[in-house]
């Protein structure tokens, strides 16, 4: 139960994150010192604690998973702010100015203008008449007007060629920016992914953990370094290190062993799949008598152009069962249902992972792949 | 209440639900928050894209019909009488045609200021954005340093209780994969750190190129402005002459303009 508060905390954190303009660091430095402050025993004893460490590694796994969301918000947001300048930039060119009036046309009527009415113009120049003067002056006057026009039409092509040259120099400096920009987000985004898979993980190691603990061990030799009383200690010679039977545990419920279930599965570049090409998939599965609880996190490659999400994340659980294929009820961060399938694979570190949800737009709803143990 | 309190018991009896009602509801105010914010972020640029290219196709559409007027206002007018009334209107109509033909250039202009305006802030934000990181990254990096100190020293604690016992195998795993992925951040850190530099030197120059590109793109509407004033007045100024033709052949003779060295 409290692996599941855990985990459904974590969920709400990181569905936060989308939202949230600005991370301080504050958030999770707290959520860290609180975990690293809560058991700092929690390893030492867990070769002795026994069925007494479970309560305390659910403890910590609430503890790293309220640090784990914290810190991929941080991460998240402080990746995402790049991506999104980086997207802006993308899509804004520095274009020049269309040329909407051409300066050149307008020059062109302006000197065919000025040579009609220069040339009409020196016809009445030395005419006495005094109504012939009048229309001398209309012509002068008009002529001034076209040179004034054509200085200001000359003005403005310079100014629209200095804005060309500059739009130039602007696609330069963005060009620049973008031979620069993606390593810098791209950076960022792995840090943020690996944050992300970090949590999955820890989210798999304190149950780990505790089922450890929970199977009677014996120590190679000297006294295990201890807080449980030293009576609780099973002590075994340093001879039969090596003879020893595997730890001896409950059998089976399915007709395979667990742990051809239980684990962190990941998919590996190159690894078989049916349906929508995966780009990464975390599975974490976890057995707790006898019932599974466990999160799929997968990003797909989707064709170019597509306005769907790659991104799935689901929490799946069910009783384990006594058949090869355990098929489990699962329900998607956006609370779509379906069922998984886990089938082992040959080998014993591979399972094939079958998923089918109820159709929502833009979201990957089936999916078919091999996942290797981690 | 009773009531009231049945409905509080149902809740704490029911804590897993009560998280998944939060879980679920919180999803959908982020979600449509992220939503919002994306739309908000898009609709500007889609908008003014449209915008910009309505404005365009207006401006290419007057220029058209100012330039087909303006061109064929000479032959139009060359056969007909000095007081056909038809000449002041054809100079008339040209010269509406150029003041449409300015308005919607001044228009498209204006619309191409502000979205460059846009621009430059855009600019100026993802500086805002990448400068601090010269001194984040830093930080980040000694955070991970912790992290990674951390799992060493829980994997050290596990080494040595778990005294090589088979069972505790998957959790030392655990940690071995989780340390690996330590170090990926780590790695992307440092690299992250290396770009940064340059990366702020090239938003940098994009700013000030941009900056320079809203000037000149302010200066080139205000040769516009200036360039219509000459267009209106030289309509004028040929609208004068017609009139003038016309009166001569009236035989309207106005007063002749006194030289200006005379006036005194």
Known sequence: MRGRAALLAFLAGVLCLFAQSTQSRDGYRGAYKSWREADPALERDAGTAGEALTPRTAKAADAAAAFSAARIAFLRDMSDRQAENLRSLRATEAQPLPNLSSATDAIRLANREIGAVGSSASAFANDPDPAIQQLRQAFDREQSALAALKAAITARQEAEEEASRIASAAEQARGKVLEQYPLLAAALAQSADAMRQEATAWAGYYPALAEASRVPGQPVSGPPVSNAPASSVPVASAASIGKADPPARAPSITPLPLSRYVGIWGFQPGNLFHGPEPEIVDVVVHEENGRATGTLYARFKLPPGSTGDPVLRFNFSGDFRATRIQTFALQTSDGAKGTIDLIPGGPFNVLEVNFETEIKAGKVHQGDMLVVKQ | ?264
């Open chain 2, 1 to 264: 209440m009773p009531g009231l309190s049945k409905a509080q018991d149902s809740v704490k009896l029911n804590p897993l639900i009560a998280i998944r009602m939060f879980v679920i509801r919180t999803a959908s105010l982020c979600l449509l928050m992220a939503a919002s914010a994306a739309a908000q972020d898009a609709a500007p640029n889609a908008a003014g894209r449209a915008a910009l290219a309505a404005l365009e196709q207006t401006a290419r559409q007057k220029t058209a019909e100012w330039d087909r007027l303006a061109q064929g206002l000479d032959a139009s007018i060359r056969g007909m009488l000095p007081c056909d009334p038809k000449a002041a209107a054809a100079i008339t109509e040209v010269s509406k045609a150029s003041e449409a033909r300015l308005a919607a250039l001044s228009a498209y202009l204006q619309e191409a200021g502000r979205q460059k305006t846009l621009q430059t802030a855009a600019a100026r934000r993802m500086l805002a954005s990448v400068e601090p990181l010269g001194a984040e990254l830093p930080m980040e990096k000694l955070d991970v340093q912790q992290e990674q100190l951390g799992v060493r020293g829980q994997t050290a604690a596990l080494s040595d209780s778990a005294q090589r016992r088979s069972a505790f195998n998957g959790a030392q795993d655990a940690l071995r994969h989780i340390a690996s992925l330590e170090q990926q951040r780590s790695d992307a850190v440092d690299s992250a750190i290396s770009h940064t530099d340059a990366t702020a030197a090239a938003v940098r120059g994009l700013l000030a190129e941009l900056e320079k590109q809203e000037a000149a793109l302010k200066e080139t509407q205000a040769a516009f402005v200036a360039e219509g004033a000459r267009w209106s007045a030289y309509y004028s100024a040929r609208l004068a002459r017609a009139q003038t033709e016309c009166n001569i052949t009236k035989g309207v003779i106005p007063a002749p303009a006194q030289p200006r060295g005379k006036q005194k």
